[in-house]
């Protein structure tokens, strides 16, 4: 049975364009440019009722406004949606009951009771979706052992840190126990201990309550974390749809290496790419130790960072590899689903 | 509609969660009033006069637009065009919960704390001064509450109004500011509209001050019935623009930020 089902969907909307500097500003006040974005072309794909799906893609690929689209939020310019056989502009009752959208960047109780404790945040939740008092009890204590936030709940939210602040909202985005669940970067901001926690509960919410889960990222990392199943949104099309496995013969096997320098970079440096007082290189993960013993013998060094590489490179690979081309489509005609 | 009474018991519990700023805020309510006390004793100590008002007259009419003024939703709840410009608003489409409601319950419980507090302080301020205060008859004073309470909605939804243009603006916070000055001038809050010297009948913000202190001072004579008629009426067509716009503004709704 389909949880999603979504058919040649397409959305754009108009950006303003304001020109840089003071008499940017000024042509700006005058004369009003826009630009056409295209946030969604074409985009076809079903999910099945208790699927895990990732979604990922770069900043502006259109991860956030499918998610906006599927909860009903947005209006699409064309194409079909039907989420648990609703139409979600309809905006149902029974519908709003049986989803829940979250996003890491803010909350529902950030914006309702911020001086206030989470508890009384979730009592306006219960409120909103009629939950019986015993059977709210029993839902709180079930999530709030598993987000371990017991200390948490009765603390003014404004005085929690972020990734309390991510957890206590959780509680409220699931507290009316939805069968499908929307979330939109949930991690972001957070660091990898929190991050691995979130991850594991949403696997654990994702088995106990049969629940479909869709979840949106731009780091190429979280596809481990991912469910199963991962669609790759770019620049608003659907490159690729199908198990995780299938994409990870196409990424790239290797990390970017930042190396920043006291002053610049040692000439002796080779294949490195020098911006300013920055090396970069991006090296294969089994060279990795040896390329960083070698570098680590300069004691000009002040920082290391080892990254994903850019995901528009992880694109292109996914592209010029053969492993999954049999996987790739173009969004304006699907291939087989696995 | 105990989601909403939920709401409006969190907005009295914010309200209360910095009590000094409750004391402070409606304490300053009383240094306009004894400014206007200090210059109108001033103005009829020479043997002036301001209209066809009295010195009680002037000093009750001002003590009833202050606490119009600081009781009624004007200039508040700028944080609802801000949740439609920054995206806040997905929050509540998301959830069976009327973001429109949602306001209406936490401006109501706002108004509750704040025109407890606000007669707390006048109160005792008017018990000083009331050899200047025109004491309402009962008749009199829930006439004043009527058009009060009628005033109070049609406030509210003049602000959802002004609000709601961030659906097409983006930011409305101009047309808010020229709002609720121009409606203190426009409405009597700022000068009795019968010293104002031109007629301002035909437009809704005189529900506002103006005809609630002059029910409250007893000096509303005559049709009585047919201004309570024209009050509803102005809150109905508010009330019309509010659900076009709101209705028409989803649709343009961009849902920036995460």
Redesign the interface.
């Known amino acids: 049975m389909y949880s999603i089902k979504v058919e040649k969907l397409c959305k754009s ?1 108009r950006k303003e364009e304001k020109g840089q500097g003071r008499f940017g500003s000024l042509r700006f006040f005058f004369r009003r440019k826009y630009r056409e974005i295209h946030a969604l072309r074409d985009v076809s794909f079903s999910i099945e009722r208790g699927e895990m799906v990732g979604i990922i893609g770069p900043n502006g690929a259109g991860k ?1 406004t499918l998610l ?1 689209i599927l ?5 699409p310019d064309s194409g079909s949606v039907s989420v648990l056989g609703y139409i979600p502009t309809r ?1 149902e ?1 029974e519908f ?2 049986s ?3 979250f ?6 109780l950030s ?3 911020w ?2 404790p989470p508890v ?2 979730y ?2 939740i219960r ?3 009629g939950i019986p008092e015993s059977e709210y009890r029993r839902r709180l204590k079930y999530l709030v052992e598993l987000l371990d936030v017991e200390d948490l709940i009765r603390t003014p939210l404004r005085k929690l840190s972020l990734g309390e602040r991510t957890k206590v909202e959780l509680v409220a985005a699931l507290l009316h126990f939805p069968d499908l669940v929307l979330l ?2 949930p991690t972001i901001g957070l660091d990898i201990v929190s991050q691995k926690r979130l991850w594991e509960f949403f696997r654990l919410y994702n088995e106990e309550r049969r629940a479909t889960l869709l979840i949106t990222s731009h780091y190429t990392r979280d596809i481990e974390e991912l469910g199963k199943r991962v669609l790759i949104l770019h620049r608003g099309r659907l490159l690729f749809d199908g198990d995780k496995k299938g994409l990870a013969k196409g990424l790239p096997d290797r990390k970017l290496v930042k190396v920043v320098f006291r002053s610049s970079p040692p000439p002796s440096l080779r294949g490195w790419r020098i911006e300013g007082d920055t090396a970069l290189k991006q090296v294969k993960k089994s060279r990795l130790s040896d390329e960083l013993r070698l570098i680590s013998l300069d004691d000009s060094i002040i920082d290391i960072t080892i990254e994903d590489p850019p995901f528009e490179d992880v694109i292109r690979e996914i592209f010029t590899r053969g492993e999954v081309n049999d996987e790739v489509f173009d969004g304006s005609e699907k291939r087989d689903q696995t | 509609m ?2 909403y ?3 409006a018991k ?1 907005e009295i ?2 309200n209360f ?2 009590r000094f700023n409750l004391l402070a805020f409606s304490t300053g309510l009383l240094f306009p009033l004894l400014g206007y006390v200090f210059l109108w004793k001033t103005a009829y100590s020479g043997g002036g006069r301001v209209g066809e008002y009295s010195l009680n007259g002037l000093f009750t009419y001002y003590f009833w637009a202050l606490f119009l003024d600081y009781t009624l939703p004007v200039f508040a709840y700028g944080d609802m065009a801000w ?1 439609i410009k920054s995206g ?1 608003l ?8 009327s973001f429109l409601f ?1 306001y209406v319950s936490i401006i109501a419980g706002g108004t509750l704390v704040w025109a407890t507090v606000n007669l707390a302080v006048l109160v005792p301020f008017g018990m000083v001064f009331a050899r200047y205060f025109i004491f309402p008859g009962l008749t009199d004073f829930l006439v004043g509450f009527l058009f009060t309470a009628i005033g109070y909605f049609l406030a509210l939804l003049l602000g959802f109004v002004i609000n709601l243009l961030a659906f097409y603006l983006g930011d409305p916070s101009g047309f808010r500011g020229l709002y609720g000055w121009g409606m203190m001038l426009l409405g009597g809050s700022i000068i009795p509209l019968d010293l104002l010297g031109f007629p301002l009948d035909r437009l809704p913000f005189r529900f506002l001050y103006f005809i609630p202190a002059k029910a409250f001072m007893g000096e509303i004579r005559g049709d009585i019935l047919g201004l309570l008629f024209e009050d509803v009426l102005w809150a109905s067509i508010s009330l019309f623009l509010v659900l076009l716009l709101w209705k028409r503004g989803l ?1 343009k ?3 920036y ?2």
């Not at chain 1, 909860?71 to 209006?75: K, R």
């Not at chain 1, 996003?103 to 529902?108: A, E, L, P, S, V």
Request: net charge positive.
């Open positions: 909307y956030t906006k909860s009903g939020v947005l209006y905006r009752k709003l009951r989803i829940t959208y996003t890491g960047q803010r909350g529902f914006l309702t009771i001086d206030l009384d945040g009592e306006l409120h909103i979706y939109d970067e | 105990t989601k009474l939920t709401a969190n519990k914010l969660r910095y949740n806040g997905t929050l509540f489409l998301v959830r069976p919960f949602y649709r709704y961009e849902a930020g995460g």
